[in-house]
């Protein structure tokens, strides 16, 4: 079965920083390439960052320059380090897979607030 | 980057109700286009994949049409189950794009 787990979320001042991961299970990782998708609460779904199968980062400009996704192939592992944080970047923030964005995880929520 | 423009926002709607939903790119996206639909407190479900393609499981009573920059996903006869939020997304090319959300409502 194809599984994605997020974790590493919580509660961050503004101006920090936080490092989610998402462990991947059920294919073979290092062929798909993986995404981040947040959702503000009570808001839409927003695609944030991508990672293809070369290494190659996509960012969407909210996050560019403050958001870097890596991966390690090794540890079947998607991650996305966070700095510079504002309340803005408060959502729950899911992984998903390929361009077709299917399967998803459930998701670990990051709060931002003093 | 593409912008994905979707409308409307949001609708109210009864049982057995034909509902559609449009989304506009600001340029042309080579028909991948997909939908998802999402429930409170649920993970977005895919429906239809590049513009028209019923994604495995999913009701005939969705489909989606269009291509270019139009696009539509309508409900053929609106079911109790179906009152959620609806999302269009430009799977074209990085940076993917999402449309801002339909909340279709019971009237």
């Known amino acids: 079965e194809v599984q994605l787990v997020e974790s590493g979320g919580g509660l961050v001042q503004p101006g920090g920083s936080l490092r989610l991961s998402c462990a991947a299970s059920g294919f073979t990782f290092l062929n798909h390439d993986i995404s981040w998708v947040r959702q503000a609460p009570g808001k839409g779904l927003e695609w944030v960052a991508a990672?293809?199968?070369?290494?190659?980062?996509y960012y969407a400009d909210s996050v560019k320059g403050r958001f870097t996704v890596s991966r390690d192939n090794s540890k079947n592992t998607l991650y996305l380090q966070m700095d510079s944080l504002t309340a803005e970047d408060t959502a729950i923030y899911y992984c998903?897979?390929?361009?077709?964005?299917?399967?998803w995880g459930q998701g670990t929520l990051v709060t931002v607030s003093s | 980057d593409i912008q994905m423009t979707q409308s409307p926002s949001a609708m109210s709607a009864s049982i057995g109700d034909r509902v559609t939903i449009t989304c506009r790119a600001s340029?042309?996206?080579?028909?991948?286009l997909a939908w998802f639909q999402q429930k409170p407190g649920k993970v977005p479900k895919p429906l239809i994949y590049a513009a028209s393609s019923l994604e495995s499981g999913v009701p005939s009573r969705f489909s989606g049409s269009g291509s270019g920059t139009e696009f539509t996903l309508t409900i053929s006869s609106l079911q109790p189950e179906d009152f959620a939020s609806y999302y269009c997304?430009?799977?074209?090319?990085?940076?993917?794009?999402f449309g801002g959300g339909t909340k279709v409502e019971i009237k």
């Open positions: 990672i293809i199968t070369s290494g190659v980062a």
């Open positions: 340029q042309g996206i080579n028909n991948y």
């Open positions: 997304v430009n799977h074209d090319s990085y940076p993917l794009t």
């Open positions: 998903t897979k390929d361009h077709s964005l299917y399967p």
